[in-house]
């Protein structure tokens, strides 16, 4: 089983940027597709962004799309979410999340069963 650790959470104010990282430690990491998922207080987890292997393809959900970007860095074994022109209903708990295969899909489908310990993003108006 693969573990993911997630850094970089914090809170920002409406319009700022922030930057999760995610890095994975164990296992092998040959075709796995990452991505995030996040929850907010009262509300189901919600899938926001992934990656497949190497990182040819992405998803994204469409409250992010133009605002977030998802990267990895394959040597570094780290997956990145930028994310840019926050809004409160941004605020939320984010989790990495894990899948074996090579498309984003496979994350986006919730087929990955790796998952990290969550990091707090809080946005304020």
């Known amino acids: 089983q693969v573990q993911l650790v997630e850094s970089g959470g914090g809170s920002v104010q409406a319009g700022g940027s922030l930057r999760l990282s995610c890095t994975t430690a164990?296992?092998?990491?040959?075709?796995?597709?990452m991505g995030w998922f996040r929850q907010a207080p009262g509300k189901e987890r919600e899938f926001v962004a992934a990656i497949g292997w190497p990182g040819a393809t992405t998803a994204y959900a469409d409250s992010v799309k133009g605002r977030f970007t998802i990267s990895r860095d394959i040597k570094k074994n780290t997956m990145y979410l930028q994310m840019n022109s926050l809004k409160p209903e941004d605020t939320a708990v984010y989790y990495c999340?894990?899948?074996?295969?090579?498309?984003?899909?496979?994350?986006?489908?919730?087929?990955?069963?790796?998952w990290g310990q969550g990091t707090q993003v809080t946005v304020s108006s």
């Open positions: 164990g296992g092998s990491v040959d075709t796995y597709s």
């Open positions: 999340n894990g899948a074996r295969g090579a498309l984003a899909s496979a994350v986006q489908a919730g087929r990955g069963d790796d």
